[in-house]
């Protein structure tokens, strides 16, 4: 059954969560409005049992726990991981370039994005801006101009004849978005564009000299929708911020009788190697913070158990020969188990035993899913976190279509179902 309430605030958050920065916000105004309390990295810390806390780091990563108040630390904690970056195309630090009374905006394509998705569409911007408030005061702003204000033109059919047989996409030429037309006078300048939605989201700040941005183009359309009985989601973004959305939900509800932990962290769609990446110290951390003795630290992690939560393919319709025949995958049939011999996905036959029993539990029925033989297979955070911290994990996520395309689409009943398998994990006893 379509969970119609889940769905409609999962679109919320798609929608208002453009970027990590927004992303990461978002989780942390959510946490925080169900008793968690605000950490810093840079402050000393003091934990209680039976507390909930969210830590985020440079905007683009955040990690949430619930210190169990039944359990103690040896006991293991119950891990979700997701990321908050989605493929799209993000603005070069000098984005002005002007032609035929065009300001077009110098774009670098972020992660591994279906670009012909990006053409036509009504895109607008959303990103952070490093920017002096008054006494020289250097403020990390977060933007968002919503509403629809770029294009990416396609050329007509009348002067490309060859468009639908052989279509190559130039990323240097062909993909920056058209900003403004000089009707009369100058053209705005980007930097101008900025600063004026900078002083309209924040008329208490004296907006002065711009030195940086992290600026990124999204789609603009809500999510919605879509099949004769409403059967399919379409929307930006599903990929990863499904995942993000379920683990932040289930957390929240999971209260804090248990030993839980989120973490959602960025750069996922170019290797994770980063500051706030998967691979990033910030889980170590968190986690050295908690459990400070080393040798309580690895009975506990040896104890506990992650499930990585990242959107899986399901099987086009129109490309059955893309999947393995022996392994269909269809939307509205629960959360896909990803495996991969060659350990692109972290899941073993024990981690993925211990998923199937929690689908039993919570009555979900569950999807297996591996790469054709003879194509390469994607990868996640799963394998990095279970590297890092050596601790059991299950590869999993809702079945998708479409996966980095500028629209994706899941099944309207799959956010709930991979949802109540996630409330039965941060609920079981044991993993061990
Ligand atoms: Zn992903």
Redesign the pocket.
């Given at each position: 059954m379509i969970n119609d309430f889940f769905n409609k605030e999962l679109f919320s958050y798609l929608q208002s969560s453009p970027t990590p920065f927004h992303a990461v916000e978002n989780i942390e105004k959510y946490l925080l409005r169900h008793n968690f309390s605000l950490l810093r990295e840079s402050e000393r810390w003091q934990l209680e049992r039976g507390q909930s806390y969210v830590v985020s780091r440079e905007n683009g990563a955040v990690i949430a726990f619930s210190l169990g108040k039944n359990d103690s630390s040896e006991q293991g904690f119950r891990i979700l991981a997701a990321?908050t970056d989605?493929p799209c195309l993000q603005i070069k630090p000098i984005a002005d370039i002007e032609g035929n009374s065009f300001l077009k905006l110098g774009v670098e394509v972020y992660g591994g994005c279906l670009l012909n998705s990006w053409f036509d569409r009504d895109l607008s911007l959303a990103g952070r801006v490093c920017c002096e408030t008054g006494n020289s005061k250097l403020d990390i702003l977060l933007i968002n101009f919503e509403r629809p204000m770029l294009t990416i033109p396609s050329v007509a059919i009348h002067l490309d004849r060859e468009a639908n047989k052989n279509k190559t996409i130039h990323q240097q030429y062909h993909l920056p978005p058209i900003i403004a037309q000089k009707i009369s006078g100058q053209l705005p300048s980007f930097d101008s564009i900025l600063k004026k939605q900078l002083e309209s989201l924040y008329p208490e700040k004296k907006i002065g000299a711009i030195f940086s941005f992290d600026m990124f183009c999204y789609d603009s359309q809500q999510p919605a929708y879509l099949g004769h009985n409403k059967e399919i989601i379409s929307g930006s973004r599903l990929?990863?911020l499904l995942?993000c959305f379920v683990g932040m939900t289930g957390l929240a509800a999971a209260g804090n009788s248990h030993n839980n932990l989120l973490i959602c962290s960025n750069h996922?769609?170019n290797g994770s190697v980063s500051s706030t990446g998967a691979s990033s110290s910030f889980i170590d951390s968190v986690l050295e913070r908690i459990i400070p003795d080393p040798v309580t630290r690895r009975i506990t992690l040896h104890n506990s158990f992650l499930v990585s939560m990242?959107?899986a393919h399901a099987t086009h319709p129109n490309f059955k020969d893309r999947s393995d025949p022996a392994h269909k995958i269809y939307l509205n049939k629960g959360p896909v188990i990803k495996t991969n011999a060659n350990q692109r996905y972290a899941t073993s036959s024990i981690s993925s035993a211990r998923y199937k029993q929690l689908c039993i539990a919570a009555n979900v029925t569950s999807q297996e899913f591996v790469m054709r033989s003879d194509m390469p297979c994607?990868s996640?955070v799963g394998p990095i976190i279970a590297a890092r911290l050596g601790i059991k994990t299950v590869d999993v996520?809702a079945p998708t279509l479409a996966?980095h395309s500028i629209r994706e689409h899941t099944g309207a009943e799959d956010p709930h179902l991979f949802y109540k398998t996630i409330c039965q994990f941060l609920k079981t006893d044991s993993f061990h």
């Open positions: 990321h989605s990929d990863n995942s996922e769609e990242d959107n994607g996640t996520g996966m």
